[in-house]
């Protein structure tokens, strides 16, 4: 069974940091490519950032290039999303998601970043 467990997230002030992580399992993370994505109150689900498995190249969506950064730690099987800079837009329930920014399946459950002065 595919699992993707996130945390880190909480409230925070504009300007400030939190680190995501998504612990995995029930698949071999180290030959899949990984995603964030995120939904903002009242909003769909937006694409954030993306991971190549074969080559580790990164892809972020244009309003967090420069903020963001993902990485992934294959001998924990687990994603990261370090969140720097945050805005009050950012404010959004964030998913880790197994598979590419154009094809990605078995969502977390999600965790809460919440921006707000």
């Known amino acids: 069974e595919v699992q993707l467990v996130e945390s880190g997230g909480g409230s925070v002030q504009p300007g400030g940091s939190l680190r995501l992580s998504c612990a995995t399992s029930?698949?071999?993370?180290?030959?899949?490519?990984m995603t964030w994505v995120r939904q903002a109150p009242g909003k769909g689900l937006e694409w954030v950032s993306s991971?190549?498995?074969?080559?580790?190249?990164?892809f972020y969506t244009d309003s967090v290039k420069g903020r963001f950064t993902i990485s992934r730690d294959n001998a924990r099987n687990t994603l990261y999303l370090q969140l720097n800079s945050l805005k009050t837009e950012d404010t959004a329930i964030y998913y880790c998601?197994?598979?590419?920014?154009?094809?990605?399946?078995?969502r977390g459950q999600g965790t809460q970043v919440t921006v707000s002065s």
């Open positions: 998601a197994r598979g590419s920014r154009t094809s990605w399946s078995d």
């Open positions: 991971i190549n498995w074969s080559d580790g190249r990164t």
């Open positions: 029930g698949f071999t993370f180290s030959i899949n490519s």
